[in-house]
Structures are given as structure tokens and as C-alpha cells.
């Protein structure tokens, strides 16, 4: 899971919170070619990479962010699924 990589490579070496703004950066510019793509991606998944990775932050573990991102799969791939 990337955000959880980014917490733990960057706790420590930055402030807590910067670290989210990082994960925010990197995990929006990835979905810039995603679903939703182009900058509504970007700042969707910018907004859930903040988000998530300061859950880990405050909670010192990955469960909710793990939880948050795996419901929010389903909802998309639900979605996805009954579009075609």
C-alpha cells in the first residue's frame, strides 16, 4: 500500500503533517490517468491519499485506511460494473 510506505519512510524525517500532503501529491498525480481521470482524478484521489494517510498517522495503524480504501473499491467497482 503506498501510503503506508510514505508514513513510514517519511515519519520521522518530516513533519507530521507534511507527511499526508506528500501521499496527497503522489497518490494524485498517479491518478491523473486513472477513473475518474484528468484533474477531477487527480484531486479525488489527492483528497483520499491526504486523507488515508493521515488516518495512519492518528490512529498508528493501517486498518482504517485499509477499511476506508477497500469500501471505497467496492462502491467503484459496483458502479462500474452495473454501467455496462
Do not use: C
Not at 484521489?45 to 477497500?70: D, N
Amino acid at each position: 500500500m503506498t501510503r503506508l510506505g510514505v508514513v513510514v519512510v517519511l515519519k520521522g524525517r518530516l513533519r507530521d503533517k507534511t507527511i499526508p500532503l506528500v501521499s496527497a501529491l503522489i497518490f494524485g498525480t498517479v491518478h491523473y490517468w486513472g477513473n475518474p481521470g484528468g484533474i477531477a482524478g487527480v484531486i479525488v484521489a489527492g483528497f483520499l491519499g491526504w486523507f488515508l494517510a493521515k488516518s495512519i498517522l492518528e490512529t498508528r495503524g493501517i486498518f482504517w485506511a485499509w477499511f476506508i480504501h477497500f469500501l471505497q473499491d467496492v462502491i467503484i467497482f459496483s458502479a462500474l460494473l452495473a454501467i455496462k
